[in-house]
């Protein structure tokens, strides 16, 4: 069994920056892809990054795509999500998730996940 405990979201004004973190306990991290997710109020669940166990290969949802920066440090168990110039469409909750390959946390088949934290981006 694997535990996900995120941090690091909050409010910021649009153009900001925040580093949100997901710790995962456990032996078997580097096992699996990891990858972020989001969700609005209102709105369906939406994919926003994920890299593989080894951490060579990254995948962004256009949304995000030179902005957001995922990445991993397998020793700490950590997966991060550096976000950059954010904008108010960025406000949502946040979730980590961890699945057996990249392809499944893409079409939202996700093996473990996190309680979210939120992130609210004012105009």
């Known amino acids: 069994q694997v535990q996900l405990v995120e941090s690091g979201g909050g409010l910021v004004q649009a153009g900001g920056s925040l580093r949100l973190s997901c710790a995962a306990s456990g032996r078997t991290f580097r096992n699996y892809a990891a990858g972020w997710i989001r969700q609005a109020p209102g709105k369906e669940r939406e994919f926003v990054a994920v890299?593989?166990?080894?951490?060579?290969?990254?995948t962004y949802a256009d949304a995000v795509k030179g902005r957001f920066t995922i990445s991993r440090d397998n020793a700490k168990n950590t997966v991060y999500l550096q976000m950059n110039s954010l904008k108010p469409e960025d406000t949502a909750e946040y979730h980590c998730?961890?699945?057996?390959?990249?392809?499944?946390?893409?079409?939202?088949?996700?093996?473990?996940w996190g309680q979210g934290t939120q992130v609210t981006v004012s105009s």
């Open positions: 998730v961890l699945s057996p390959t990249n392809g499944r946390i893409r079409s939202g088949d996700y093996e473990y």
């Open positions: 890299v593989t166990g080894g951490g060579s290969i990254t």
